[in-house]
């Protein structure tokens, strides 16, 4: 995403009518954006903004929406190693002082809800969020790019489509073993969605 002024994009239907007047209107980092579009995988937009995947994040993080940002899209034809190897390539991002923010659910299941269950989990989610958990604490990215050797029904039912998995093969591939891990959230809503938060290193 390099426009210098993003717009905010509500893509998301059936929710409250005060999500859709939300206004996110951070700049952009069209400069950022195409130094990395010089790799000839990654391709410059300005016609798309920070959708809800970014803003519902960044309002929380950043409230006054003073710095600027940008948005990778994810392409579902890569393969989990592919990705992984793409979050490599951004890995220079974070010499140059850029935090790169993965946003997605380590769990996430919305057609098995369970509404009565706020703050429960499945038995599968927590077998999943735990092996996701283990991989990340031994810097294990190559693990993490192979969810399907941990069952292919597990991972079906952990995550039916893979959008909200992909982001943290990203986070993982520009991160090294020297990065200090830490959970500034852990827990999960409804049943079927992990809320765990990640953290590489630490935020200065």
């Known amino acids: 995403m390099a426009s210098a002024h993003p717009r905010t994009i509500h893509d998301f239907y059936g929710f409250p009518r005060p999500l859709y007047e939300v206004q996110y209107p951070a700049p952009g980092a069209p400069e950022q954006a195409q130094k990395l579009a010089e790799n000839p995988e990654i391709t410059p937009d300005e016609q798309w903004g920070l959708d809800h995947g970014a803003w519902s994040v960044l309002r929380h993080l950043y409230p006054k929406a003073d710095i600027p940002a940008f948005q990778l899209s994810l392409d579902e034809r890569r393969s ?103 959970y500034p959230y852990e827990g999960f809503d409804f049943g079927s969605i992990s809320m765990r938060a990640v953290l590489f290193g630490k935020i200065t």
């Open 80 to 182: 989990f190693k592919e990705h992984l190897e793409l979050g490599r390539e951004i890995r220079s991002l974070r010499d140059q002082g850029v935090l790169i923010l993965g946003s997605g659910n380590i769990v996430h299941n919305l057609r098995r809800i369970a509404w009565d269950e706020p703050h429960g989990a499945y038995d599968w989610a927590l077998e999943f969020d735990a092996k996701v958990k283990a991989a990340v604490e031994a810097h294990d990215a190559n693990t993490l790019a192979e969810p399907q050797k941990w069952g292919d029904a597990l991972l079906a039912t952990a995550h039916p489509t893979v959008e909200h998995y992909l982001p943290l093969l990203y986070c993982m591939g520009s991160t090294d073993d020297r990065d200090e891990i830490s």
